[in-house]
């Protein structure tokens, strides 16, 4: 696990050093343990390592074959490099000179050309160059875990693991993007290939992307897709099953010790279960003074199930602003994603006993562990007896009743998003469950930059177009849509930038293609059923695992924080800062005095905008950042 820079440019021009030293250097945080930097003609390329595979020199990148053709620059995990090796070696007659990973990227170049990116299963960000044919790949994992940025201006390619590292050539532009703005605001993110830039955009997941002399190639190396047709439980179960055993048996492989994430949740104890005889493998447990997120009693009575011992791991965010601060850098300013408060102090604890753990995050979203799911169908079915007018008339009554709520989910705003969620005038409520800014909002405070895009278009319409866009039935679209749109673009984002912010690795088994394969087998009366408790799948198996039955059996929980009280407490000296006394920095795309104006009321009490202000916080925090001037590399 690592991070990857690089600059392409065929027009002669030569690559300074100090700009490809600068741009590596943003990315020390990722990779702690080296620097390796490369140049070849019109590309050069930049690495910083986090040594998992191979601690020799041997593992160090750019790596090169041994003719000096290929070089990669590449961030990730490659789980069955073992039977890509043996094949080389039978095959092709390649000798290896380490146990990395990486090597075999380019060796499977030169033996299979670019259909090597087919063959990988894993998590990875690759840049690699062919000096023969003077063309760069750059290739993102299927589902996305690994985040690729890219920008152009001119003749000049940047690509980095980070946008920062594209940002601190002062040659970049540095240009708001409104349709992209005007998606953040509501979701809390642009999209799995875009950004808040106009000139920087991340490669979609599962792409391979050739750049060459005569222009750019692009095409799809794998997605999820459904096709149900596993509708008994038990046949469910056993596949599930055969699947998790190989995954789990690959994804261990590490010249580091591993850890696993334990949470008091179904997915993280499948995993540890499931590597009941990795009895080495130690669990993490946080422990949170906040008891709505702490689930550690749970989490050891798995432990006690797994006979493993647990370390419990305090997890405190003790200087709140200086932490948002930082979780808005890492994000780049892409997310506002506001449990990443949670998760970052959570990977810092960890990060002082290990470096790499396994997680249990994605089975949500491909095993129906969501409950709107569920209210898709219900919203199905008030959207055919009540007008939409009365529903958004109704919603706007319940907002309005959470004014003052200062805890994680008041039943007043899960209410009022239900009913505004289904006066929605398209065809995917799903798609409004989880906004930040609402649709009443946009009148008051977008500017003159913003205020076309308020009618133009839904901030939600890709969202909502890959539900409607989708195949099957309604759940069957939604889980689609969540896997190709929501989970890369923020779950995944949310996971990565926190983890890496510390340099500490994180696997995810559940988003292993032969997982996510099964997934989409079974039918979605199994994975979110009309009654009863959701991930009805995982469940079985979990129990059939020996897992505690208070686990089994468990609502799900999750690391949203209460923010409405974290904007009214420690963060209000820097809400009021960067929304009231700065809040010119957000003009002419928002309406400072009504910006100012939504924080007064609700740091006064007069209304709960706490989702729409933390986006609001996040962008003017990451504002504030994007007005410096870039690095000087000279």
């Known amino acids: 696990m690592c991070g990857i820079s690089g600059v392409l440019d065929f027009s002669g021009r030569p690559i300074e050093e100090s700009l490809l030293r600068a741009m590596t250097g943003q990315l020390v945080h990722r990779g702690p343990d080296a620097e390796g930097l490369w140049h070849g003609g019109p590309v050069a390329l930049g690495h910083r390592r986090l040594s ?65 990116f087919d063959r990988l299963e894993g998590m990875f960000a690759i840049a690699l160059w062919d000096a023969d044919a003077e063309c760069l790949f750059l290739a993102r994992d299927s589902m996305g875990i690994k985040p690729l940025y890219v920008g152009r201006s001119g003749t000049r390619w940047r690509f980095a693991s980070e946008a920062k590292a594209i940002l601190v050539d002062p040659e970049q532009p540095r240009t708001l993007d409104p349709e992209a703005l005007h998606a953040y605001l509501a979701q809390g993110y642009v999209a799995p290939d875009r950004t808040l830039l106009t000139e920087i955009e991340q490669l979609p997941p599962g792409t391979v992307r050739r750049i060459d002399r005569q222009g750019i190639k692009e095409r799809r190396l794998w997605q999820p897709h459904r096709q149900p047709d596993i509708r008994r439980l038990d046949e469910a179960v056993d596949a599930f099953f055969e699947a ?164 994680r989910q008041p039943a007043a705003e899960l209410v009022a998003r239900f009913l505004l969620g289904s006066a929605t005038t398209s065809g995917a409520p799903h798609a409004e469950w989880r906004r930040y800014l609402m649709r ?70 559940f988003l292993e293609r032969p997982v996510v394969e099964v997934a989409g087998r079974i039918h979605s009366d199994l994975l979110s059923p009309l009654w009863g408790p959701p991930k009805k799948v995982l469940r079985h198996a979990l129990g059939a695992v020996g897992g505690p039955r208070a686990v089994v059996e468990g609502p799900k929980r999750g690391f949203n924080v209460p923010i409405a009280g974290l904007l009214r407490g420690p963060l209000a000296p820097l809400a009021s800062q960067l929304l009231d006394d700065e809040v010119d920095r957000l003009a002419p795309h928002l309406d400072p005095g009504n910006v100012r104006r939504m924080w007064q009321s609700h740091r006064d009490g007069r209304a709960n905008e706490a989702y729409a202000l933390w986006t609001l916080l996040s962008l003017a925090t990451w504002r504030e950042e994007l007005d410096r001037p870039a690095l000087v590399h000279a």
């Open 52 to 116: 998992i595979r191979d601690l020799s020199e041997a593992g160090r990148q750019p790596m090169s074959d041994p003719s000096g053709r290929v070089t990669v620059s590449y961030n990730g995990e490659i789980y069955n490099e073992a039977e890509l090796r043996r094949e080389l070696e039978r095959d092709a007659g390649v000798h290896f000179r380490s146990q990395c990973d990486t090597e075999l990227i380019p060796a499977g170049y030169r033996a299979w050309g670019e259909r090597i």
């Open 244 to 407: 998790w055993r190989g995954v789990l048996e690959r994804i261990v492989v590490s010249d580091v010790p591993l850890g696993i994430l334990q949470s008091g949740g179904i997915d993280s104890s499948l995993v540890t279960l499931g590597l009941r005889e990795r009895s080495e493998l130690p669990l993490f447990i946080a422990s949170f003074d906040e008891r709505s997120h702490d689930e550690s009693e749970l989490a050891e009575q798995v432990a006690s199930a797994a006979g493993r011992p647990a370390r419990i791991v305090p997890v405190a965010v003790e200087d709140v602003a200086e932490t948002f601060r930082r979780m808005v850098r890492h994000y780049d300013g892409q997310l506002a994603d506001s449990s990443g408060l949670a998760v970052y102090a959570l990977c810092r604890e960890v990060r002082r006993h290990t470096r790499v753990v396994l997680s249990g995050d994605g089975a949500d979203e491909l095993f129906g562990g969501y409950p709107t799911y569920r209210a898709s169908r219900l919203a199905e079915i008030v959207r055919r007896v009540v007008p939409r007018s009365l529903l958004e008339k109704m919603g706007r009554l319940s907002w309005d009743l959470n004014a003052g709520r200062t805890d």
């Open 440 to 509: 009443h909002h946009m009148a008051t405070l977008y500017g003159p930059e913003l205020a076309p895009w308020a009618e133009a278009a839904s901030p939600l319409a890709r969202y909502a177009e890959a539900v409607t866009a989708g195949q099957g039935g309604r759940i069957d679209r939604c889980l689609l849509a969540d896997q190709r749109h929501y989970l890369p673009a923020d779950m995944l984002m949310k996971v990565d930038a926190m983890s890496m912010a510390h340099g500490l690795e994180v696997r995810l088994p």
